[in-house]
């Protein structure tokens, strides 16, 4: 049930009225006034809209909160945490907005109330669940995989008149993720400004497959910073000032605990490029990936329209970031990228509650004992992007391979 606060006006002699009342009213006027201060603003609505939906919700949860004080109630903190505990579904960013609530307002909730900005623009697509999208170019080259820092301007395979060029740090799987989720939360954005997205840093971890963990909360915040310091230009041949030299990230805002919703801003450049040629990616698939190779065949296999396609071994090696001069090391290392894609699974080394699961160890013989093993590797599953894949040699003796989808 998602009621919106702005057809709702919550009275303090009524909330005093309610907090009085017999346990069993008291319950049911405690579910609905719930219902009233923890509902999502819904994604039809405009970003003002949904501005104007969270300032009533704070001003009404405001009121509650000063109602209890003055009703000297301080027994309610235990229900609210139980109906925290069985409040369905267990929505995060919900839970999230009632711990603050039972906390009594430790914190102002304003900060959640997203500031609008001008929009000019919608996305023209839809996503599915689970997904995003990302500009086309920023795929088939090696801006994501290219380990050196400084400037460097990165061929676009297959695209020959564009150009990616790139000064800061370098970036990798994990600032590919980051940005994937931030623009995943985008609907409508100013192409001049860009948009902010707020969002809660628990659900984006969970939603990348990343161990819930303070690690992996200074793991996202790292990528955002990063994304945030890093230029990135999309050079065309015909005209050079097309797209302007920007970062992909605007101002970003974090922190390290469970209740404030982070805030970012993702340029109008990087909007403007997913509005006009994106490839989308599927979050389970990049989470089941390891980082290398495959990780980034995933992506540039994604953006290719054709069902055939013909490269050159050392260039889409390199831009995959292998970059050993031992050729026979490197098609080893690209035959092995591809065969995971092909198989649609990845066997990696079970770590912490993964190597103890239940029924799924393996006996095995000590003296005269018979113990059960623990696991000592999971299997992670994909559907296959890719239906085949061929080495060959041209006449001239250059090393070519060739993709199936």
Known sequence: ?????LNIRIESDTLGTHLKAAP????????????????????????????????????????FVAAIDKAKRPELNEQIGTYIRTVKPPQEDVRDRLYQMQGLMEQDLDHIVTTSTPVTATMPFELWDGHSAAPTAILRCGLFSHPAPG????????????????AGAPLTETHLQA?????????????????????NAWQAISTLGWTKSTKSLLRL???????????????????TDTEESAPLVGRVMSAMDKRTAWEVQLTGTLLSAI????TFLNFET??????????????FIRSEANPRTEWDLNEIAEAAGLTSTNHDYVKGKLKAALETLVSGRVEVKARGKATHIEGRGALESRGNKVVVKSLTSITKKFPPPLRKFEFKKTATGKSRVVIYR
Request: proline share 3%; net charge positive; aromatic share 8%.
């Open 151 to 166: 400037q460097h301007i990165f061929k676009v395979l297959g695209l020959k008149h564009i150009r990616i060029e790139r």
């Open 221 to 239: 915040r790292n990528a955002l910073e990063t994304l945030q310091n890093s230029k990135v230009r999309i050079l065309l041949d015909e005209d």
């Open 275 to 278: 509005a006009k040629h994106r």
């Open 179 to 199: 940005l994937l989720y931030a623009a995943s939360l985008v609907r409508d954005y100013d192409p001049k400004n860009g948009q902010t997205v707020v969002f």
């Open 1 to 5: 049930m998602n009621i919106n606060p």
């Open 24 to 63: 069993t009213q008291l319950n049911d006027s405690l579910q609905t006034l719930f219902e009233i201060l923890s509902g999502v603003a819904p994604e039809s609505m405009t970003l003002k809209e949904r501005g104007d939906f969270y300032k009533a919700q704070n001003a009404n949860a405001k009121k």
């Open 286 to 299: 990049l989470a089941a990936l390891p980082n290398g190779a495959a990780f980034w065949l995933y992506a």
